[in-house]
């Protein structure tokens, strides 16, 4: 199994391109998220699914769009791409809540720069 | 202040050495998780508890829930354990949203 795939590994953007980060996952997690870490900050989340057909946003939403068409897929997109959003981005999965309380799994991000 | 506080925020020591790096959070939680990200940047889960203590191989977990604490041990460190450990809890109220430290970072010298 491969787990969880990002791609690409590494983007320059100029302001205000538009770009799709792309994550597809193996294991037919329900659970997908994404995140952002900046340096010297905690993983803050961005969006989230717990399903197909099913988003909501996080800490951070703005300036980023979200799709969950299939279990397998979780795209992040950048509209108008902006200086703030130069960081490393991460896509986890996870089985979800309950008794197993299992943990997440991720990606090996996507180290993005706005310049 | 951040709901998920670790320390210290960076860490060095020598072969051998016993490592400890403490996690402090200020919510209700379901479960405390420790991470390892290493240089390169890929993200691994060591560990996933909601009471007492885990070990696996080196490393042993601990959580305390009345004073809302845990620590990550490392027995016997070498430099291959250089990486950034991370503490994110699952708040009660957060369903299966993690909330994150902001890690701390271990360089273990030969």
């Known amino acids: 199994n491969a787990g969880v795939t990002q791609t690409p590994k590494f983007r320059i953007l100029k302001i205000g391109q538009s770009m799709t980060l792309q994550c597809t996952q193996d294991m037919n997690h329900n659970y997908m998220y994404w995140y952002r870490q900046d340096p010297g900050m905690g993983l803050k989340l961005i969006y989230y699914?717990?399903?197909?057909?099913?988003?909501d946003k996080g800490e951070v939403p703005n300036g980023y769009n979200v799709s969950r068409s299939t279990t397998e897929d979780f795209p992040l997109r950048l509209e108008l791409a902006a200086p703030s959003q130069t960081s490393v981005y991460f896509c986890?999965?996870?089985?979800?809540?309950?008794?197993?309380?299992?943990?997440?799994?991720f990606g090996d991000g996507t180290r993005l720069s706005i310049l | 202040k951040n709901e998920v506080e670790q320390s210290p925020q960076n860490l060095t020591a020598q072969e051998g050495e016993f490592i400890t790096i403490n996690c402090s959070y200020s919510v209700g939680i379901s479960a405390l998780h420790w991470l390892q990200q290493h240089p390169g940047g890929g993200i691994v889960s060591l560990f996933m508890l909601s009471s007492g203590k885990k070990k696996h191989g080196r490393l042993i977990a601990t959580i305390n829930i009345q004073e809302k604490h845990s620590s990550l041990h490392i027995t016997a460190s070498h430099p291959r354990d250089s990486a950034v450990y991370i503490c994110a809890v699952r708040q009660e109220t957060s369903g299966s949203r993690l909330t994150f430290g902001e890690g701390t970072q271990l360089t273990v010298n030969p």
């Open positions: 986890a999965s996870s089985t979800g809540t309950g008794v197993s309380n299992q943990p997440q799994h």
């Open positions: 699914s717990v399903g197909a057909g099913i988003t």
